[in-house]
């Protein structure tokens, strides 16, 4: 199922400001649906798939070194019901994490997970996951992933934004919204780009238009 | 599953903008994810549950008249896939139309569905709807919804808009969102009520927050 693609690229965007604010031309812009996902740490990736296993390519993401692994796991929430093909995202990570679109949790039974950055994961529900080895039962960490941007520190210079700021992203066409609360994360090793998840994405009908605005 | 109860109301706000304007107190606004579901004509309600049958109350929904109903119909997409369950929404209405989100298009087998006001569905794609004593095929009819929001003529002139002008829905909270393109929808039996689907509600946390704005 296409909603089941990970980090699917929805609309890549090719905004030119050129001159806006007398900076020079604007970086490039690309705005992309991140489908629901897993990120594992070693000790998981041990249970759940073998002593000493690794993660491998199934295709790179946007972002150096972020990929899209073929390694699947299937995760059971809170009634017992089950989300199979649950694509990790590699490199491996120091915690354990699954964000799902709101959607998805509550076809997995919740009721409501709550909203946060990456990483953020204190309070958030658990639930047990399945691989091919083993199982893990996640004490916490099914966020649902907050809409962020990732930039450098060149890119936030162009916005005038610093780390941990919220801009607003429009997006246009008959289903047009404004995100409201997209947070900046600025990183030397990144390239502009929103990640919004696939609620976001089918709400504004991000497949819809190239009329995109990333704004403070 | 919570998901396919239509009219599911996740939020009503009472908004009192006491004196705005100087206009007094505001109307009440009551802001509701619309789950999928049907209208039908009479000539495909024959079809579908026998000649002369009628919609039966399920639950009277917030506009006077409206009611979800107990009948449901099945719906095939173009790839045989296939939503159950679909709930009708009487009374019947001239024409038969299929109201999805685009989450459920996708899980239909659509790639793609038009956002449109409810009636107009000229060049939208079709299905093959099955009821207990019969099958039609709609050659058009499937849309996505767009956001709007029904009003009285004394709301309308509080608000300042007229029948066809767009406003903007404010939805606060983490996932915070602007809708930019609210439809008024102008009826003297109407009640101040703003629809969205379940993508967007699920897309801005509808559920999470009383923090909502209805504005020009």
Chains 1, 2 share one sequence.
Do not use: W
């Amino acid at each position: 199922m296409d909603r089941t693609l990970v980090e699917q690229i929805v609309r890549q965007v090719a905004l030119e400001y050129l001159g806006r604010n007398g900076k020079g031309p604007a970086p490039q812009l690309a705005v992309m649906a991140s489908a629901r996902h897993m990120h594992v740490c070693r000790e998981d990736m041990d249970v759940l798939f073998g002593k000493g296993s690794e993660l491998t390519v199934y295709k790179d993401l946007y972002q150096a070194g972020n990929f899209a692994a073929n390694e699947k796991v299937t995760i059971v929430g809170p009634r017992g019901r089950v989300i199979s093909g649950l694509r990790i995202l590699g490199p491996m990570r120091k915690q354990s994490q699954v964000e799902l679109a709101f959607t998805d949790a509550i076809m997995l039974g919740f009721d409501d997970i709550p909203v946060r950055l990456s990483g953020d994961l204190k309070g958030s529900p658990g639930g047990i996951v399945m691989g091919p080895k083993g199982a893990i039962t996640l004490k916490e960490g099914i966020i649902r992933a907050a809409i962020h941007v990732h930039m450098n520190p060149a890119e936030a210079a162009y916005f005038g934004v610093k780390q941990g700021d919220k801009m607003k992203l429009r997006v246009g066409g008959g289903a047009g919204a404004t995100f409201n609360e997209v947070h900046v994360r600025i990183d030397p090793a990144s390239r502009l780009n929103v990640h919004m998840d696939t609620d976001e994405a089918n709400a504004c009908g991000l497949h819809l238009t190239k009329d995109i605005e990333l704004f403070k």
